[in-house]
């Protein structure tokens, strides 16, 4: 960890990150239910270690996953192939783990 003092700071997120819920209906829904709901950082939705979103603390929430930028505020930019396939193929086995089916019978090793 390098700890650096600045007078300003830059951040090039691309554009409307702050927006993303209110840009789609379905998030939108789930933000108004207390399902998902920004990160501190305005950079996508607020997810914990395992990509779950984060509920609102009054909500109990079933899982729901976030791949892609949407994760950027906890994981960094997923915006190269790389590190989105490899996001993607995580919470793939998250959620056969999930819902009981074993690796092996649907994921290939890659």
């Known amino acids: 960890v390098q700890t650096l ?48 979103a984060v509920a609102e603390p009054h909500v109990e929430a079933p899982p729901v996953l976030v791949a892609g930028p949407a994760a950027r505020g906890r994981f960094g930019e997923l915006m190269g192939l790389p590190q989105v396939a490899d996001h993607a193929a995580d919470l793939a086995a998250q959620a056969l783990l999930t819902l009981g089916i074993p690796l092996d019978s649907r994921c290939p090793a890659y």
Not at 9 to 28: E, K, N
């Open 5 to 52: 003092s600045v007078d300003h700071l830059i951040l090039t997120t691309g554009p409307a990150h702050r927006a993303l819920t209110d840009s789609q209906p379905f998030l939108q829904d789930l933000a108004r239910r207390g399902l998902i709901r920004a990160d501190a950082l305005g950079m996508g939705l607020e997810v914990d270690s395992r990509s779950r």
